[in-house]
């Protein structure tokens, strides 16, 4: 029997983590698509002109979906995807809070640290299935309860927010884009290594 000798959900350190990885990839979506009009006002962009940054946000998303399926498995595996996709989070984080000059694209004027948080979109579209394969590799009778542990990850788009919110307040709203960048690092952790562990030796 496969995993005879394991009793318990948690002697899978890849699915724990993976789990931990689906945590914090929901909540860089949500943070993306969400924050985006409050940090447009920001920049003095007015709500109806802002509404429609989201959309952007989405269209990246979607067209991400359509390079996966073009790309996998043909010319990149799944894994490699997800590798690129968790680096170009991480590096659009820092283009966000350190890039500025205002440009003027899709009939806007903005800052182009707004631009980098749309991109976010395209970033975040292979996380999810590149983790949730991952994770539940190899877990023979435990797929089912893995797979519910992995379901159990998505209050991270419930949470993740309201910690955003919280350095906003404290700081303000493009400083506060700080905290995904420790969540992609993870997610690059993951994609890389993280994945591989069987053991928590």
Known sequence: MVNAAKNNILQFPHLVLGALAIFLHVGTQVIA?????????SMGIQLLEAKVFPSYTLTATICGYFLGILLIPRYLSQLRVLQICTVMGAIFTLLIIFAGGEIKLLGHTADVSLWFVIMLGLANSMVWAGIWPLALDGLGRFTKLGASVMIM???GNAIMPLLYGHFADIYNVKDAYWVLFPCYLYLVFYAFRGYRYRTWR
């Open 153 to 155: 990850g998505l209050c």
């Open 33 to 41: 698509v969400d924050t985006v009009i409050g940090y447009a006002g």
